[in-house]
C-alpha cells in the first residue's frame, strides 16, 4: 500500500486510460488536458522528479522520452512539447516523476 497516486496508478489500483507502457515506464491521459493530446508518462520505480530519475535510473529518462515520442507519433501530431515540472513553484503538485507530453493545438510561449 502507497499514498503516492502515480504508484497506485502504476499498479492499477487506481484506473487511468493507458496509451502505452514498457518494463520501465507507463502512459496515460491526464485526467485535466490542457491540449487535444495530454499524455503522463511516468517511471514504474518510484522518485519524487526527474533530476532524482536521472541520478536512479538514467535510462529510464531516455525511455520517457522516447515513449513520448511514440505517443505523438501514434496520436498523428508532429509538433509537441514535453513538460517536466519539478518542484512546487515550477507548479509540480504530484511528487512522482513524469513528463506531460501535450501535442494538438497551437502552444505559446514563454509559458506562465
Ligand atoms: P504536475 O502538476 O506537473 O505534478 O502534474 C500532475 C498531473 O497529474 C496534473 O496535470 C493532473 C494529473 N492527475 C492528477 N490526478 C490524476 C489522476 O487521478 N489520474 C490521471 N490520469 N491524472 C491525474
Redesign the pocket.
Known sequence: MTDC??CR?VSGE?P??RVAETDAVVA?????P?APL?V?VVPRIHVADVGELADAEPATVTELVQVARQVVADSGQESYRL???TGEE??????HA?V?VLAGRPLSWPPG
Open positions: 497516486l502515480f496508478i487506481i487511468s486510460e496515460f491521459r491526464d485526467v485535466d490542457k495530454h503522463l513538460v517536466f515540472n515550477a507548479g509540480q503538485t504530484v511528487f513524469h506531460h
